[in-house]
């Protein structure tokens, strides 16, 4: 796609040094989405990370997985071993030119190679670090090898989802490295506020193990506060004697979300009658569930298993007779707070998302082929998201940052190319 002006962008004229793997992707491309000039260095032949399913047209090729396609977006990209003799004054000159370097490495392995956080900031007296490792830059575990399931297991997410009577079981994408990147991307942010105010410089450490516990909110007291666990659920409610109150429900073609329930709180009755109200319209309400007394024979917090079977065994078999559309749309007539689980072809069909504009055409040159993809993650009046490179195929810019911009000469750089440096 052409490259577009981004100079009312936040970041707009500042640089960042994009070290990282698949751990630290989405901080790499949260900084580029807010204007930074993003340099993507992978190692000679490419990043272990284009070998992400699911690809294109399911071809694994490196230039076609989608999880590369998305996170590298607004990126330009190189090759270059960092740890070659050869490479370094081209590291250095990257570095003095670059507000930022992002990392994902070892803790320890920069150090080894002369390029850690003390040597930086004399190469570069201004640069932020920001390291994204499983466990952080110390204790005990800092050095251990993680995939993105001992992440999730580790932070305790696993743990609370899931039904109560199986075993836990991994949310279906990699979220763990996405939480660890927009993290990562959230802090150096906080680090940049804080250079601008008082020119001080920092070394910002990202553990994704305690970015997924900051995922468990209340969850984590738990134990510290009541010397027990919070309950794995599978978004059921239950309530204090153990009864299940279901709140996803399956329709004519997928599922919904809905709370049934009574009480004290009155908008909890109103719910719960306006559905009874239209199922008996189309006359599928029970006897039972019209006699119930949503104040009294459904109170949450005393209410029987039994009594909450009987209803939620009528609510379903009204469900099953509609779709998510036609579930969705009434619901919203009558006010039930009901909702559908959206999937992919649902979002992309989204008439809310179609009116802000939100999901963009991004042309690939090397699929030729322009994709779909989920546009900017907020919306800034005076400083625009601007949606503006596809993702750097292997080695794009190459020639325009050594040659262009570092001026390194031919002989070098073919050099760097025939010892497989670059």
Sequence with gaps: ??????QDSILQGRRVLDLTDVKGYMCGKVLADLGADVIKVEPPGGDLGRNTSPFFQDDPHPEKSLPWLFCNMNKRGITLDIASPLSKNIVVNLIKSSDFVIESFDPGYLSSIGLGYEEMIKINPKIILTSITPYGQSGPHS????????????GGLMYMTGDPDRPPVRPGIPQSYLHGGVEG?????????????????QHVDVSIQECVIWTNMDATGYWPLLGTYKRRNNMKNVNPNGVEMRSTWACKD???????????????????????????????ASDFIKSINWATDYDR????????????GNVQEFFFTKTKVELFAEGLKRQLRLGTATNGKD?????????????????????EKTIRLPGPFLRMSETPIVIHRSAPTIGEHNDEIFINELAIDNSLFQQLKNESII
Excluded: C
């Design 347 to 367: 979002i992309a069909e989204s008439e809310q998302l179609e009116a802000r504009k939100y999901l963009i055409d991004v042309y690939h040159p090397y699929l």
């Design 185 to 201: 991307a959230a802090a150096s942010m906080i680090a940049y506020y804080h250079r601008e105010g008082t020119g001080e410089t």
């Design 301 to 312: 917090s005393s209410v029987s298993q039994e009594v909450v079977d009987k209803v939620e």
């Design 143 to 154: 050095n251990h090898k993680t995939t993105d399931l001992i992440n999730m297991a580790r």
């Design 1 to 6: 796609m052409a490259v577009v002006d981004t």
């Design 254 to 284: 997928g599922f919904v979300v809905f709370a049934i329930s009574g009480g004290a709180a009155v908008s909890q009755r109103r719910v719960a009658q306006g559905m009874v109200d239209w199922m008996d319209s189309e006359g599928m």
